[in-house]
């Protein structure tokens, strides 16, 4: 008898998982991604601020299925979908399926400004945090070789937008390069110097989080030296600037770096399996799924983690975090495991274990249930559930050594210019400020 054939599209936090949760089930798999490898998106930060390296949070997929007869990987862009022939389009050829499962996650969400990106880059890829360390690290180098003041000032503003966990965890990171990393590396500036704006539009940062926790998050993060100002909106960037708005009030803050930590809204794909199968989207593009996470109509078409619009027991939607992915995966997998058996399975029910943001060394905040924590326990537990999720031996190993390392001496080992500024600003072209004569 023909095995069925399982396709899921993306190697992310919920693929992986529904994969790794048909091990040894009579189906044969197949895992498309367009990359090929899984990436650990919770420390892309940690890369983008040169405290690990790419190869220590992403992982080869083939590597991680290496092991797992029944999992083929392949590498290409899935397009659409042909529901009636049960195929899954991609650029240049089509996967026939027997079941689907779409796991292609989330991007950023510019909110009608898309052409921001472009001097305001968001955190998603290992692409992109290289490409925020190239602009960190130049303009501190831009800010050494400054002619005035004024000049070098903007080199050493550095704006994020977006007051969540990962907008807090890069201020907390970036101040740590600034105060800390850096010291005794330049000889005209001094990297402290450095102005680390973090712009919230809510009346707090970590606004999923207990109030207290926000308000003792942005006290720790001001002490670090980060300016947290929230109520306030973003209604411009440029190369030279960027524009806020409070209230009434407008203010332009000259810069050269902003980051970009705010919306997110679904992949495309969620849109292309509206059009296929008619299910309905809500406004961030998320698939409305079934409570067993199907498509209405479709019992062999399932929607998965970031891409997937879900209810908790109070009605509201399950936020797009790596433990509804883990745990959508993991209940789909089974879910295919026992159909194939014949036997039933009660709805999807997600069990929140906790949040938890780092903001700085020895700092983070974490909520479990009723437990609210920040300090120096909070951020033994950070690194200690981090290092668990992060896939593979190897790279646990490499980031607790390198995480150790750092503690002792405050060095950030990548802090590596290794890309060329290819679609940023014209980079002024400032003359060289003559040699001190001692
Ligand atoms: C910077 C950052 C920090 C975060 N920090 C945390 C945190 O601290 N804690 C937490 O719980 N969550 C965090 N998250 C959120 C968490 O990473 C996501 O919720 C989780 O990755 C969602 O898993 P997923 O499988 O749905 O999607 P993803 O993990 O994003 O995986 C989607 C996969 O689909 C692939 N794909 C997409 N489109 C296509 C296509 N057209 N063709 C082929 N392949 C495609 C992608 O390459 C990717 O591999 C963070 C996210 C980011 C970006």
Do not use: C
């Amino acid at each position: 008898m023909n095995q069925q054939h399982i396709v899921i599209v993306g190697g992310g936090f919920g693929g992986v998982n529904a994969a790794q949760a048909l091990k040894n089930a009579p189906v044969q798999v197949t895992l498309i991604d367009r990359r090929n490898h899984h990436l650990f998106q919770p420390l892309l930060y940690q890369v983008a601020t040169g405290h690990l390296s790419p190869a220590d949070i992403a992982s080869p997929l083939r590597r991680l299925f290496k092991r797992q007869q029944n999992v083929r990987v392949l590498l290409g862009e899935v397009t659409g979908f042909d529901v009636a022939k049960q195929k899954v389009l991609l650029q240049d050829g089509a996967v026939p399926y027997d079941t689907l499962i779409v796991a292609a996650g989330a991007s950023y969400h510019y909110f009608g400004n898309d052409y921001w990106q472009q001097w305001a880059p968001p955190l998603k890829s290992v692409e992109d945090a290289l490409e925020i360390r190239r602009r960190v690290l130049s303009a501190f180098e831009m800010a050494e070789r400054a002619p005035d003041p004024e000049t070098r000032r903007a080199w050493l503003t550095f704006v994020i937008i977006g007051g969540g966990p990962t907008g807090v965890e890069m201020a907390g990171a970036l101040a740590e390069v600034a105060h800390k990393a850096l010291r005794h590396e330049f000889r005209t500036i001094n990297p402290a110097d450095a102005r680390i704006i973090l712009v919230q539009s809510p009346d707090h940062i970590l606004p999923t989080y207990d109030p207290v926790l926000s308000q003792k998050g942005a006290a720790a993060l001001e002490q670090m030296g980060v300016t947290v100002w929230t109520q306030a909106r973003v209604t411009a960037v440029s190369p030279t600037n960027v524009t806020l708005k409070s209230g009434d009030a407008t203010e332009v803050v000259p810069t050269h770096t902003v980051l970009w930590a705010a919306g997110v809204k679904a992949s495309p794909l969620g849109q292309a399996l509206a059009r296929a199968t008619g299910v309905a989207l809500d406004r961030g593009g998320r698939v409305q799924v079934q409570q067993d996470l199907s498509v209405p109509g479709y019992d062999n078409i399932f929607v998965i983690g970031d891409l997937a619009h879900t209810l908790n027991d109070d009605g509201q939607p399950l936020p797009g975090v790596a433990q509804v992915a883990i745990q959508q995966g993991k209940y789909v997998g089974q879910l295919l495991r026992h159909r194939v058996r014949g036997r039933a399975v009660r709805p999807f029910r997600y069990q929140n274990r906790g949040d938890m943001a780092q903001i700085g060394r020895q700092t983070a905040v974490v909520q479990i249930g009723s437990l609210r924590l920040i300090g120096v326990l909070a951020w033994h537990l950070w690194w200690i559930v981090h290092l668990m999720y992060l896939a593979g031996f190897q790279n646990r190993l490499i980031v607790f050594l390198q995480w150790t390392w750092s503690y002792f001496t405050h060095s950030r080992p990548a802090l590596l210019i290794t890309q060329r500024d290819e679609h940023q600003q014209e980079v002024p072209s400032l003359p060289l400020e003559p040699m001190v004569q001692s």
